[in-house]
């Protein structure tokens, strides 16, 4: 099965409906909870990463330790797709600094 399969698989979904609820549908990484999330593996074991698309044997899944309840953003940080969300403040942070702003003359 291909790895596409395997996302598309009755196991696989039931895999990640475990890890979101033991992580109480939020990010594990950065705690939001109101955004769509991903299953993120930390380790694929058995893939070779020169083969495209990925071969999964039947019936294959990582230990759960391996496995993470990441938002969107997180998850393409940790493939290298964007920017850190950890980083960005939020709206909240930003009204603050914008009410504590003090210009300089």
Not at 60 to 73: H, S
Request: glycine share 4%; hydrophobic share 35%.
């Amino acid at each position: 099965m291909d790895y596409r399969d395997f996302l598309r698989s009755t196991l696989w979904r039931q895999t990640a409906a475990r890890i979101r609820r033991r992580a109480n549908n939020r990010c594990e990484r950065c705690g939001e909870q109101d955004t769509p999330l991903t299953i993120h593996h930390e380790d694929y074991g058995v893939r070779n990463r020169t083969d495209a698309p990925y071969w999964v044997p039947e019936g294959w899944l990582p230990d759960d330790a391996f496995l993470q309840c990441l938002c969107i953003a997180c998850h393409d940080f940790l493939h290298g797709r964007g920017a850190d969300p950890m980083d960005i403040p939020s709206l909240a942070e930003l009204f603050r600094m914008v009410r504590n702003w003090h210009p300089t003359n």
